[in-house]
């Protein structure tokens, strides 16, 4: 469990839509989401409303479903949005990436693969971070 000093207080779960390949390897958004909010409750980080200037914990998979074998990216990242307005080209927006921890996962009963490493990336991108306030 990262430092609770320095770790984010609350982060608002943004979670990309499943693909029809990670359907058929058993993946549903709805479970992400799950298990990432699962992940975010094990380290004691609140859920934060969802802001487009705040910061998110951000969850992408994708799957590549191959004869009955299933190949899935998970991705896991603490993010925030920023907004700027440049004179004469009007609003910008930006991306800092405070961490960013993926892997890929092939094999049987991918649902229970993908939640272990969603867990496991949650946790690696907090102590990634425990140096640096995430605000």
């Known amino acids: 469990m990262a ?4 770790a984010p207080d609350a982060l608002a779960v943004l979670v990309e839509n499943v693909s029809e390949d990670g359907a058929k390897c058993g993946l549903s958004t709805a479970r992400l989401t799950a298990s990432l909010r699962s992940a975010m409750r ?3 980080i609140a859920e ?3 802001d487009p200037s705040g910061t998110f914990a951000y969850l992408v998979t994708t799957s590549i479903a191959d004869s009955g074998t299933c190949f899935t990216s998970v991705e896991v990242r603490i993010q925030k949005f920023m907004k700027a307005f440049i004179d004469g080209v009007g609003p910008v927006y930006a991306t800092t990436v405070f ?3 993926s892997g890929i996962y092939s094999g049987y009963d991918m649902p229970r693969r993908v939640d272990a490493a969603i867990k496991e990336h949650f946790q690696i991108c907090l102590s990634a971070i425990v140096d640096s306030k995430v605000e």
């Open 99 to 101: 961490c960013n921890q």
């Open 48 to 50: 934060a409303e969802s």
């Open 3 to 6: 430092n609770a000093q320095n």
């Open 42 to 44: 094990y380290n004691r």
